[in-house]
């Protein structure tokens, strides 16, 4: 509802073979503005209403607030009532959004149903624009690679879970995509799917698709976003593991 209006965006039969998971898409939403949606199961119990607020128009110069973290690893996390009183535009996980550690299908679907039902978190997932890419806990676990048989069920639930704007490419799988806010273009990038296969990081069709997209994007701002630290000093398990990789992008 806005501005004294009031309709029914989308509706679905979440199914069984999806973790009762679904997605809902709502058009005809005009830019910069703020809404309030209410989810109703079954015609009866509803859920809200939250608020949301809308991306500006692409290309139009505006002021917005990201936060940003990774490891969320206990019950308790203060961190995002913090986010919460900010009110931010966009939260990003970028990595170890639970810590499963396993590649086991119903064992990942719970640990994402415990993570989205830990407090303060879970207040601030209706009304910010959450995105996500993973790390290797809530990967199949600690320091795991492209060479993991669980790998596509991890991504099966990954996608379940996560509702971001795309997965990979048509012919690359994976959990990587670009979202544009503004005159901002975000890359989100998936360093554990193609990981150390051909000696890569990202794998030859996701890094094919960066540059391609870095080199199309007409932003004045280009952010990239990835699980594994950047620098050339960090741990075995960052991009200083690949270092050819790393100064190839850059």
């Known amino acids: 509802?806005?501005?004294g209006t009031s309709w029914i965006a989308d509706w679905i039969y979440p199914?069984?073979?999806d973790d009762f998971t679904a997605t809902l898409s709502i058009d005809g939403l005009q830019?910069?503005?703020?809404?309030?949606y209410t989810i109703v199961l079954e015609g009866e119990e509803r859920i809200g209403p939250f608020t949301i607020t809308t991306a500006p128009e692409l290309g139009?110069?505006?002021?917005f607030d990201v936060a940003f973290g990774s490891c969320s690893k206990y019950a308790v996390q203060p961190a995002f009532n913090a986010i919460n009183n900010d009110e931010v535009d966009l939260f990003f996980f970028v990595g170890d959004n639970h810590y499963g550690n396993?590649?086991?299908?119903?064992?990942?679907r719970w640990n994402?149903?415990?993570?989205?039902?830990?407090?303060?978190?879970?207040?601030?997932?209706?009304s910010a624009g959450v995105l996500e890419t993973w790390e290797p806990h809530d990967y199949t676990g600690n320091n795991t690679d492209g060479s993991d048989p669980k790998k596509d069920t991890a991504l099966r639930v990954f996608r379940e879970y996560w509702p971001n704007p795309a997965a990979g490419s048509e012919n690359h799988p994976g959990t990587f995509f670009t979202y544009t806010y503004g005159q901002v273009d975000f890359f989100f990038l998936d360093d554990r799917f193609y990981r150390g296969i051909s000696n890569s990081l990202?794998?030859?069709?996701?890094?094919e698709w960066l540059l391609a997209a870095l080199s199309s994007s007409k932003a004045a701002f280009k952010v990239l976003i990835s699980g594994s630290q950047w620098t050339s000093e960090g741990s075995s398990d960052s991009w200083a593991a690949f270092p050819e990789a790393k100064s190839g992008l850059f």
């Open 60 to 63: 139009e110069a505006q002021d």
């Open 102 to 108: 396993t590649g086991d299908l119903e064992s990942l």
């Open 15 to 17: 199914l069984a073979e």
């Open 31 to 36: 830019s910069s503005t703020t809404y309030d």
């Open 1 to 3: 509802s806005s501005s």
């Open 202 to 207: 990202l794998g030859d069709g996701q890094s």
């Open 112 to 126: 994402y149903q415990w993570a989205h039902s830990l407090d303060y978190r879970r207040q601030m997932m209706p």
